[in-house]
């Protein structure tokens, strides 16, 4: 718990100072900052010597904070199927900050083992894009930014027909980064080639990648 909190205070710093820049290629976030960095390995550490502790306290306790830094911890825990499970679960907790730190951890991982993908049921995430927390909809959309980076139509198709109102809302956020992630989606179901795609995206141009949709969508 001391580890999270100092994780969560060196992350505000991190962020407030312009340097929240992470690499997410050995499937946990490890910041460029240096203190984030730090408190990052830290936990990594802590979680690969204490992984039953937090399988065990992510599937049972009742408490939600203790939970939410669980699936923080499993993150950062030897990748595996049991891994892939435990945060696939916690993804779907009643807590907003639990289903945050699993996504996030899970969308992490994903990117930099595609391999692991197929454990994951998709389908059960898009719920994620309808519910009425922030939260939910940012991880869930950076969650299927990766799922959809090999274009599987199937997957594609159930976007479009259960989620695409409201990646049309998200698209059209302000906040570029936050939008980011609907942007991508919606420009992979209308079939825009992913160069070009993401230069409309890093140029801001959302109304040209929402006019890309086939009419009456």
Known sequence: MKLYEAMGTALMAAVTSGNARED?????ALADDPALRASQMAI????????????????????????????????????????VT????????????VRNNA????????SAKPEFARA???????QLLASPTWTDHNKGAALFEVLTRRRNPELLRQLRATALDNLLE?????????????????????GIEED????????????AIISALPTGR
């Open 24 to 28: 997410d290629s050995q499937g946990f």
């Open 120 to 126: 994951v049921p998709a389908s059960s995430f898009l």
């Open 44 to 83: 990594r550490e802590c979680a690969l010597k204490n992984e039953s502790t937090i399988f065990r306290v992510l599937e049972s306790s009742s408490d939600t904070e203790q939970r939410a830094i669980a699936a923080q911890a499993l993150g950062y825990a030897r990748a595996s199927s049991r891994q």
């Open 196 to 207: 070009r795609l993401r230069e409309l995206a890093r140029g801001d141009q959302v109304e």
């Open 103 to 110: 996504v996030r951890a899970l969308g992490v991982l994903l």
């Open 170 to 190: 998200m698209a059209r956020w302000r906040s570029v980064g936050h939008a980011g992630f609907a942007r991508l989606l919606i420009g992979r179901i209308a």
């Open 86 to 97: 435990g945060l696939v679960r916690a993804s779907l907790d009643p807590d907003e900050q």
